[in-house]
């Protein structure tokens, strides 16, 4: 297993591309948070994140959580301790309020972190994660009394927080859930029902578990109009903020899974458990949309953080590993022409991918705190337009990116041992929870594409287009970079057009058989913008124009293939029967 490197310059280069300083300049609560204190609090935080949590990455594989007793799930013997040293360190608390303890930074700094978390071990990442989803649904929903009581020692990290959605009847169609949560009488509710792979369910490294629970009161309308959401913590609080008694709720059992085995998947039963509702009867559903839409971009950052690591691993294996003569000279495989070019598949896709993340999460901290109402109504509908691709070409990059890194190993990489599997393995997951990537391309097409008639998106090329002109008045070297990405953005409108036509004659079928596709068509030419963006700047780093080349020439032309297939119409997907 290769050692973790942080790429602070990368991120602190993409925070820059991304305008990151406007929300120092223009956001008076930012005012502290300019781009060199930053920078200083990533370098902290890197080395931190490969000291203390890296280490537990291979012990979270092959040891794992583990299911013992009455209900109790212990986690590997490194995991308490490195835990601890992180709630201690105060690096979890940098993106909420001061009010709750937090560091009152924007969320795009504690989003720059999670790569560094997510880099050193995802398994371990994600209970910090869902905490930190459920704390927003909190900050956004819950009562004062909710917030004081629970908010400081989740965004310290000394509780951690869960998001209960899924039933066995209730996957992707959440409104099929039937976990009921029925009035006690004195404010609280009695929860009853059972819920399936809840990460972090239950676990060693916390006194406390604050569940969030999706359930139905007596009587409520069916489908997602009727779901509520509570707060059913694994102990009760007592007015002083002790813990009380054990609420009754346990975890029955969890999966032996193909990946993040250092995190738990419990089988969740509830059996009257105490609850508190969060927000308004029957709107449970907006705000667990809260806790999805943070946590959608961070399973996105999964892709990205498991791709840094797999490339940081072949990139090292292919220094090393001798295999005869090379077109270069080269010693070693590097030199080999198709090691090259998965390494810089590799490369490339990770510089665009990081833009296009960081790009999403400004975007988040400029609808929530600009103090401008047209630049927060622009910023949530970017936000809106990139969530689903951050998502789902993050999430699949990272599966690319990680099956790459087995390839560059050659038989070794199928060795458990080198520990290139792994990566493969814990992000295998990333594409199928916080809505498959499926329902992400659905969410593309069918919610995100028809904001203002379609005229959202077509700003958005419109704002593309324009800035070629930027790109060609840089001077000669980027003359060919401008022709391509030309040609790409028209095709681009083209097929963006067709779909938007199509959906306005009510053919949702057709629109909805290319929606994978055609996401993938816009996340192409997101990402070769964003690097040759980068690559006119004084400022970047030496390979940025290196990649945008090799990204505009060899990976944006599958652009022409995939607007065919999103224009394909859905005849050919239900002509055979299965
Ligand atoms: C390791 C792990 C951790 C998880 N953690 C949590 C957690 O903490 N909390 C929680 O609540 N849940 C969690 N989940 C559940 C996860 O979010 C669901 O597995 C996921 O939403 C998919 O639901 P499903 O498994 O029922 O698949 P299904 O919904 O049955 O989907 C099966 C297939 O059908 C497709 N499909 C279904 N509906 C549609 C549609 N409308 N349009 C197009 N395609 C569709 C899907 O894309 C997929 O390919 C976790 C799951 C795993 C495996």
């Not at 509830?270 to 809260?290: D, N, Q």
């Not at 509908?381 to 990139?386: F, H, N, R």
Request: aromatic letters at 8%; one cysteine or more.
């Amino acid at each position: 297993m290769t050692d973790y490197r942080p790429p602070i310059d990368d991120i602190v280069f993409s925070l820059k591309l991304a305008d990151f300083e406007r929300l120092s300049a223009e956001i008076p609560d930012f005012a502290h948070a300019d781009i060199d204190t930053v920078a200083g609090l990533l370098e902290e935080a890197g080395t931190f994140m490969a000291e203390v949590i890296a280490p537990t990455n291979r012990d979270g594989d092959v040891i794992g959580a583990k299911h013992v007793g009455d209900g109790d799930v212990v986690t590997p013997p490194s995991f308490k301790p490195a835990y601890d040293k992180l709630v201690e360190s105060g690096w979890l608390t940098v993106p909420f309020p001061e009010q709750y303890g937090g560091g009152g930074f924007p969320g795009s700094v504690g989003f720059a972190m999670q790569e560094l978390v997510q880099s050193s071990n995802m398994a371990f990442s994600l209970g910090p994660l869902l905490t930190h989803g459920s704390t927003d649904a909190f900050l956004a929903y819950a009562s004062e009394e909710l917030k004081d009581t629970y908010l400081p020692k989740m965004i310290s990290g000394e509780w951690m927080g869960t998001m209960n959605l899924t039933e066995p009847q209730a996957g992707t169609d959440v409104g099929a859930l039937t976990t009921k949560a029925v009035p006690n009488g004195d404010g609280t509710y009695a929860i009853t029902g059972q819920k399936i792979f809840i990460t972090w369910g239950e676990h060693d490294l916390t006194d406390n578990i604050i569940h969030l629970v999706l359930a139905r009161t007596p009587g409520a309308p069916a489908g997602t109009k009727g779901i509520s959401l509570f707060v059913v913590p694994k102990f009760l609080v007592n007015a002083d903020g002790s813990l009380g008694e054990r609420n009754r709720l346990q975890a029955l059992s969890i999966e032996e899974k193909i990946g993040i085995h250092g995190s738990p998947t419990c089988v969740m039963s509830y059996e009257g458990a105490t609850g508190y509702l969060v927000g308004e009867e029957h709107k449970g559903m907006r705000a667990m949309f809260v806790m999805m839409n943070v946590a959608r971009l961070s399973v996105g950052m999964q892709g990205l953080s498991q791709s840094v690591r797999a490339h940081q691993h072949s990139v090292e294996y292919a220094k090393e590993r001798v295999q005869g003569v090379t077109a270069s000279g080269e010693p070693t495989i590097v030199g080999h022409p198709d090691v090259r070019r998965m390494l810089m598949t590799q490369r490339a896709t990770i510089a665009a991918l990081r833009h296009l993340l960081v790009l999403n999460a400004v975007q988040i901290d400029l609808y929530h705190h600009h103090p401008d109402e047209a630049v927060r109504a622009r910023a949530d509908e970017v936000a809106s337009l990139l969530t689903p691709i951050s998502k789902a070409w993050g999430t699949d990059l990272g599966i690319d990116n990680t099956s790459i890194n087995i390839q560059v190993h050659g038989g070794s990489g199928f060795i458990e041992e080198t520990g290139a599997g792994q990566f493969w393995r814990d992000v295998r997951i990333s594409a199928i929870y916080e809505g498959t990537n499926g329902v992400q391309a659905a969410d593309f097409v069918g919610r995100k594409m028809p904001l203002r008639g379609g005229q959202s998106f077509l700003e958005f090329i419109a704002e593309m287009k324009d800035s070629v002109r930027d790109i060609r008045g840089a001077g000669e070297p980027f003359a060919g970079l401008a022709d391509a990405l030309d040609k790409s953005f028209a095709g681009l409108e083209q097929v963006t057009g067709w779909m938007l036509q199509t959906g306005a004659s009510g053919d949702t079928k057709s629109v909805l058989a290319g929606s994978v596709p055609f996401l993938k068509v816009w996340a192409l030419n997101l990402g070769a913008w964003l690097l040759v963006k980068g690559a006119i700047r004084d400022d970047a780093p030496a390979d940025e124009f290196a990649l945008a080349q090799f990204f505009v020439s060899q990976l944006l032309p599958e652009t022409k293939a995939l607007a065919a297939a999103a224009t394909a119409g859905a005849d050919q997907l239900y002509a055979v029967s299965f």
